[in-house]
């Protein structure tokens, strides 16, 4: 059988990858790891991609944040180079890579870790919804699609979990014949630790292997008592309605605060470690929740149904950005009684445990109820209720929490850190020799592939919910144009990717809804191949033509 254009280009870049590392793929990318701003002359001396195309800006984070993510940039804008685009690649500081997209909307392609959390659809709406396009609403694709937006709406209004099932594979159908948006890879969710201080590594579906439910489950050993981590960048804020969604900072706040509802590994409300211990759904639009009547906050007042409801209160009132989603169901809360909570919908929420109680922390009307403008608070020293509390915080350096006796799901490690360590070859060193003993966020790279199978290291890995999503600007000229990203997905080198830059630890990428969802998922779907050739065919079909440079010329009358 003939080799086709995908088998011939991937075993180039798995031969570069192998020659050279890192190297050898930068330079099959054609890019040094900067700024990439080389353009062709395209027909009567237009210097743009073609008729019809403009230049496209890859933006990407630079190489010192994350370097097989910012390699994996440059090789795909060194791909769509060959397809026939003008590409430019921008690096920048996470920061500000991430408000050009999510704010400014001021991007051609981006790439970065997307969590869906325990309710895939309700992100999805958040991300596709025709209404969210407006400047940090959540839509940074500027995908439009009514008859999606319905069965999103659809799904969310249903309280019959198996009718969401069918919704929920029709959404994911449409997606994925639309490419909005495509998992470059299906990233797997790893536990990275020192095996001779810790243990019983379990994992829940939102947050992987540094969730709630893996704090109070680990057991420690060799006499150690603290679990010791780290981050490459510093904690920002202590403000827990503040935080803008940053990850780093929701690891600390999950332990800190209580929720309404916590999630078990099977991705079930359970509410043996929840603050409420029972509720039920008294209409399509009230939930009612019976709170805990013997807990506390940490600095000793009573937490009580009237905290609750002022949370839930006040988020709303004060519309947190943080929970612009959330706020979007809700209407009003009461506390009924001291251990009786009522929250009021203002449209029905079928999956509401999953998409509100579970991620809404909450706060202590005593230490809230003056503040004006909440997102903007500095908070330096924050009073939760959940099984660890704040010991110290010291800015661009390390943070540290200490156990909560008195919580009704405790830990088992009297104290927590985590230290700012910027360089991988640091913190490698550290988690062999015991100074650290966990790595919170399961890196895949490099790092992790030369360490696995040191005698002091522990791994474990589970299919995660998370992919490296890669993002078309429908707002620019020509990504607009269904078949131009479907043929820009067909030339993203999925599997060369997954087994040079990642060492094979994830799987390519193939759904937004990934099967870590169970009966949510459906393998029921388009699939793309890895192939220039199929790129280009798909393009010529759609009245695409290329010029004598090979550059890539928009059809007739766009």
């Not at 009567?44 to 390699?71: E, F, I, M, Q």
């Not at 004060?318 to 449209?347: C, F, G, H, W």
Request: net charge neutral.
């Amino acid at each position: 059988m003939a080799e086709d254009d995908s088998q011939v280009e991937r075993r180039k870049f798995l031969k570069a990858a192998t020659a050279g590392g890192v190297a050898g793929m930068t330079a099959l990318a054609g890019c040094s790891g900067g700024n990439s701003n080389n353009k062709k002359d395209g027909k009567n001396g237009n210097a743009s991609a073609g008729k019809g195309l403009s230049t496209y800006t890859y933006v990407n984070n630079a190489k010192s944040y994350n370097p097989p993510r910012h390699d994996a940039i440059n090789i795909i804008a060194e791909q769509f180079k060959n397809l026939g685009l003008d590409m430019n690649v921008d690096v920048l500081e996470w920061g500000t890579l991430y408000s050009r997209v999510s704010e400014e909307y001021n991007y051609s392609f981006a790439t970065w870790h997307t969590f869906f959390v325990s309710e895939p659809v309700t992100e999805l709406n958040t991300l596709f919804n025709s209404k969210n396009t407006g400047p940090g609403q959540g839509n940074y694709s500027g995908y439009k699609n009514p008859d999606l937006d319905k069965k999103m709406k659809n799904y969310l209004a249903e309280p019959n979990s198996d009718k969401r099932v069918d919704l929920a594979h029709q959404i994911q159908k449409t997606l994925m014949d639309e490419v909005p948006m495509m998992p470059i890879t299906q990233m797997p969710q790893a536990a990275i630790y020192n095996k001779n201080q810790v243990g019983n590594w379990q994992a829940d579906l939102a947050n992987g292997f540094n969730s709630y439910w893996t704090m109070i489950n680990l057991e420690m050993k060799g006499g150690e008592d603290t679990l010791k981590g780290y981050w490459p960048e510093t904690l920002s804020t202590m403000n827990v309605l503040g935080h803008n969604g940053e990850s780093k900072h929701v690891y600390q706040f999950n332990m800190m605060y209580d929720f309404l509802v916590q999630l078990n590994n099977k991705a079930e409300p359970d509410p043996k470690v929840s603050l409420a211990t029972d509720w039920n759904r008294v209409d399509e639009t009230t939930m009612e929740y019976t709170i805990r009547t013997d807990h506390s906050w940490h600095d000793g007042k009573d937490l009580t149904a009237k905290d609750v409801a002022f949370t839930y209160n006040y988020i709303i009132e004060n519309e947190v950005p943080l929970y612009s989603t959330q706020i979007e169901y809700l209407k009003s809360a009461e506390a009924v009684d001291e251990s009786t909570v009522r929250i009021k919908m203002s449209k029905p929420l079928g999956p509401f445990n999953l998409a509100v109680a579970n991620l809404i922390p909450i706060i202590p009307e005593h230490k809230w109820a003056d503040r004006k403008n909440p997102s903007k608070a500095n908070i330096q020293k924050p009073v939760g209720s959940g099984p660890m509390m704040f010991d110290y915080w010291e800015k661009g350096s390390e943070f540290g929490m200490k156990k909560f006796d008195k919580h009704f799901a405790p830990v088992s490690f009297k104290k927590r850190f985590w230290r700012v360590i910027p360089e991988s070859s640091t913190v490698w060193e550290n988690l062999r020799n015991g100074d650290l003993n966990y790595e919170p966020f399961g890196r895949i790279d490099r790092s992790l592939d030369q360490n696995q199978n040191h005698k002091n290291i522990g791994t474990k890995f589970q299919t995660a919910p998370t992919f490296w999503m890669f993002t078309p600007n429908e707002r620019q000229k020509g990504l607009d144009d269904v078949q131009l990203r479907k043929a820009l997905v067909e030339t993203i080198p999925r599997t060369p990717i997954v087994e040079s830059v990642l060492y094979g630890f994830p799987k390519p990428g193939s759904n937004v809804i990934s099967s870590a969802f169970g009966k949510l998922h459906t393998d029921d779907v388009t699939e793309y191949k890895e192939s220039k050739k199929a790129a280009r065919s798909r393009l010529k079909e759609a009245g695409y033509t290329w010029d004598d440079n090979d550059m890539l010329q928009a059809p007739s009358g766009n």
